[in-house]
């Protein structure tokens, strides 16, 4: 069970958006930064988004990041079939003094 | 340019204590601010944080696993290590050592490496 909650799957066109959600809790996404990752099959995990909103070098803009209390959200838009991968936010929890992931969202362009 | 690489047995026993071994460059961990640890992944499951250790010798654990691991940084070598005790077939997983980024976010991942857990 992680401490972090996002749908197990969404799925949209290629070309068209889709967001996904991450919901956390007072002692973690309400006071400390969320970060994305995309991992993409057999590799390992990539930074898509850090402190909330911000898009590391090489990221396309197409990636986007937000927070609002205990929630944050990814969005995608101009899904392209190369996007399909799985999704996980993350955030430092400060009751546990760790951190912490969600339990990852597959996304399927279809 | 950070990379960061993982070593150690793809196989051990229930029972025995899994080695591994995170060897770094591009960073030093003697910088105000750097931080690495470890993540795992169990097959098709989810990312578990496992444990980090910093510039200042700082340790956080995952409280689940506290009682079983350890953490460990020469900066000479550039390596950190991780020692997990009483490995279970549950701790069948890819093992991943990760740079720590801005807003403690992970900037930078090694390829990972399996561990097995099987008599």
């Known amino acids: 069970q992680s401490v972090l909650t996002q749908p197990p799957s969404v799925s949209a066109a290629p070309g068209q958006k889709v967001t996904i959600s991450c919901s956390g809790s007072?002692?973690?996404?309400?006071?400390?930064?969320v970060s994305w990752y995309q991992q993409l099959p057999g590799r390992a995990p990539k930074l898509l988004i850090y402190?909330?909103?911000k898009r590391p070098s090489g990221i396309p803009d197409r990636f986007s990041g937000s927070k609002s209390g205990t929630s944050a959200t990814l969005g995608i838009t101009g899904l392209q079939t190369g996007d399909e991968a799985d999704y996980y936010c993350?955030?430092?929890?400060?009751?546990?003094?760790?951190?912490?992931f969600g339990g990852g969202t597959k996304l399927t362009v279809l | 340019q950070i990379t960061l690489k993982e070593s150690g047995p793809t196989l051990v026993k229930p029972t025995q204590t899994l080695t591994l071994t995170c060897t770094f460059s591009?960073?030093?961990?003697?910088?105000?601010?750097?931080?690495v640890g470890w993540i795992r992944q169990p097959p098709g499951k989810a990312l578990e944080w496992l444990i980090f250790i910093y510039w200042d010798d700082d340790e956080r654990y995952s409280p689940s696993l506290k009682n079983r691991l350890t953490i460990t940084k020469d900066t000479s070598k550039n390596q950190v290590v991780l020692t997990m005790t009483n490995m279970d077939p549950v701790d069948t997983a890819t093992y991943y050592c990760?740079?720590?980024?801005?807003?403690?976010?992970?900037?930078?991942w090694g390829q990972g490496t399996l561990v097995i857990v099987s008599s």
């Open positions: 990760a740079h720590r980024g801005n807003g403690d976010s992970l900037d930078y």
């Open positions: 007072s002692s973690n996404i309400a006071i400390n930064y």
């Open positions: 993350g955030s430092w929890d400060k009751s546990l003094s760790a951190g912490v």
């Open positions: 402190e909330n909103n």
């Open positions: 591009g960073f030093s961990l003697i910088t105000r601010g750097v931080g």
